[in-house]
C-alpha cells in the first residue's frame, strides 16, 4: 500500500506560481505512474496530467499544457506539480494519485487547495 501526503497550494494572484508536492511512502515509488488531479466547486473531477515511473514521459490536459510541470525525485519519492500563468479557473482542489494502469488510479492525496484570484 502507497500512502500519497500533499504540501503547498493557497492563494495566488492571476499570472502567478505555485508547486504542489506530493511525496509517497514504500520502496518502490519509481515503479509507479503519478497523475495529478483537479476538482473545482460543483464540477467533476478533472485529469491534470501525469508522469512515468522514470519522469522520462509526461502527459498534460490541454488546460493546462504549456502552463503546468510535472516532475518527479524518486530519491525523495516525491512528484511535483509546477503551475505557472496561473488563472482564475485553475482555482481547485487538487490531487495526486498512483496509476495502477493507463485509466484507473488508487492511493490518492489528502488534497490541496489552490485559488487563484485578485
Known amino acids: 500500500q502507497v500512502q500519497l501526503v500533499q504540501s503547498g497550494g493557497g492563494l495566488v494572484q492571476p499570472g502567478g506560481s505555485l508547486r504542489l508536492s506530493c511525496a509517497a511512502s514504500g520502496r518502490t515509488f519509481s515503479r509507479y505512474t503519478m497523475g495529478w488531479f483537479r476538482q473545482a466547486p460543483g464540477k467533476e473531477r478533472e485529469f491534470v496530467g501525469r508522469?512515468?515511473?522514470?519522469?522520462?514521459?509526461?502527459l498534460y490536459a490541454d488546460s493546462v499544457k504549456g502552463r503546468f510541470t510535472i516532475s518527479r525525485d524518486n530519491a525523495k519519492n516525491t512528484v511535483y506539480l509546477q503551475m505557472n500563468s496561473l488563472k482564475p479557473e485553475d482555482t481547485a482542489v487538487y490531487y495526486c494519485?498512483?496509476?495502477?494502469?493507463?485509466?484507473?488510479?488508487?492511493?490518492w492525496g489528502q488534497g490541496t487547495q489552490v485559488t487563484v484570484s485578485s
Open positions: 494519485a498512483v496509476a495502477i494502469s493507463s485509466s484507473r488510479y488508487e492511493y
Open positions: 508522469i512515468s515511473g522514470s519522469g522520462i514521459i509526461t
